[in-house]
DNA sequence: CCGCAGCCGGCGGGGGTCGATCACCCCGAC
DNA sequence: GTCGGGGTGATCGACCCCCGCCGGCTGCGG
């Protein structure tokens, strides 16, 4: 028989792609990890590993299995649920990872709002850079995971979302420059500006050259930041412009169609329907107003 | 998190009610299964357990967490089916229990043909007592287990079954009884005589008495058996009449309608798309000519 | 030459057995 | 009726063994 612990190690080394960073994942050593993969492979009769040079992939059974244990762990997940919510009284702890903007919009209102309505229930809130927060999720290190909807695959069967709000992406424009003071800017009018944008790799950047393209010119890059506040600060520092989410940094609307940035929450699949987790889902949609 | 092997322990508790026959199936010692349920508890923060006198019932959580339980057990057995499903040669042992009419009916021919065109497959048979084949076959002492329908619930979400064929019950007359040789008896006519029939609690024996009701009497019991051999024996030695699968013992077909005995295989859900499995019933299927 | 995967020796603890105890139920004796 | 005893079932404590982890090492590959 299949020991549904070792499908554990499995499913974090299909998450993080190398049998050290699973092993960090798990609180293990990679020795642990890599016995505890021969030992499920030898169990299985199957080669589930492929050692590709210093690294190891997946091979079709192993990914086959993986599936299995996705499977396994939401039916665990769904388990504990409908057990918790067998608890009269809503006590635990919740942890919540978030980028830093949508904690002061929404996670923060809705941690007031729970102070008084559900005092047992204690929200532990982490500021998560974006593109950590679902990996965390995955790990089990956070219950909930506040992040932008194009980290996610809509088809990943290991989550589930719900969208929280929408917001459009802002010009952020230096004291001095021409247009500063306009109520509405056209992205045009920005093609011989310099700008500041995210890092490669991250996802926002892509949004801001794809409205520039949109509009028919390139921007021409001259600082990168993953950081809006420092975003914020180079702008306001006469380095360039800007298009940011609009609660990262204040600025000036787009005219016509603004890019948008929408904001989800995430859950692993099967915690759902988990009581504390309904209960925080709800206080944040009512942060929204919604 | 809840440890997937301790689901194993409460399942085994819920399909046989004791602790001690718990640990009986699973191989362990009753103060294992003991020690293995609290630690469960003390897992997911709740009584699974009610001690009713000197046994334990479980609690309404408890029922919760089996039902989870088997969805789990359900998914690393199709886990393991479709892993299987990746071995090109068919190779490997399928444990099929069966009552004793029904190995000579189905089972045996459908191995004397694997011989041939599965040679590497090995079939080995287990003759059951119908009762016992269900619980052997959760407990994973055998993968498939003929038995009669009646015996299962067609609602169990731990099985899957499919049908094999059906067999009427006939009479079975002493040599000296004024009907035999008949070609057809109608039931009406063994009013006054007396009865072989299964021991209570055997669904074979309501069967009979329902078939004797309908044709407008109550059979005088006087002799029983579970064996249906030795119901045989007994009425030819004279000691009444009987009512049973023809292929059983054979009789005389009864006049008018019949009741029926339908035979099923069943197998463990999530298992019947393991190849070996697919195998097996496939050559079952053809034994019955279907 | 660093970093990662995979052995090997050694250790600790989870989880097993064994034996004893307690609780309960069904008896039959009185 | 009730009292006591035997059988059975659950649980606890003590012990212990082996599984599974760690740490250090090797080998390889980028």
């Given at each position: 028989m299949i020991d549904p612990r070792r499908l554990r190690v499995l499913r974090a080394l299909a998450d993080h792609g190398t049998v050290t960073a699973a092993a960090r994942a798990l609180h293990l050593t990679p020795s642990a990890v890599s016995q505890q993969l021969a030992a499920l492979e030898s169990e299985v009769g199957h080669e589930l590993l492929r050692r590709r040079g210093r690294r190891v992939s997946l091979t079709a059974a192993g990914e086959l299995l993986v599936r299995h244990a996705n499977a396994v762990a939401a039916e665990l997940e769904r388990a504990q649920a409908t057990l918790a919510a067998f608890t009269s009284g809503t006590t635990g702890r919740v942890e919540v990872g978030s980028f830093a903007s949508a904690i002061t919009q929404v996670v923060a209102p809705a941690l007031a709002a729970l102070r008084v309505s559900a005092p047992d229930v204690t929200l532990r809130v982490r500021d998560v850079e974006g593109h950590a927060s679902v990996p965390l999720l995955l790990d089990g290190e956070i219950d909930l995971a506040i992040t932008e909807?194009?980290?996610?695959?809509?088809?990943?069967?290991r989550l589930t979302r719900f969208p929280l709000y929408t917001e459009p992406f802002d010009v952020v424009l230096p004291p001095?420059?021409?247009?500063?003071?306009?109520?509405e800017v056209d992205l045009a009018d920005l093609a011989d500006d310099d700008w500041v944008v995210t890092l490669p790799g991250n996802p926002v950047r892509d949004v801001v050259q794809l409205a520039c393209e949109h509009a028919g010119f390139a921007p021409r890059i001259t600082h990168t930041s993953d950081d809006f506040r420092a975003i914020g600060a180079l702008v306001r520092a006469g380095a360039g412009v800007a298009l940011v989410p609009r609660n990262a940094v204040r600025g000036v609307p787009v005219r016509g169609t603004a890019p948008l940035r929408r904001v989800v929450a995430a859950v692993r699949?099967?915690?759902?329907?988990?009581p504390l987790i309904e209960l925080v889902r709800d206080a944040l949609l009512d942060a929204v107003g919604q």
């Open positions: 909807e194009y980290r996610l695959r809509t088809d990943d069967r001095e420059h021409p247009l500063a003071g306009r109520a699949r099967g915690s759902e329907d988990h």
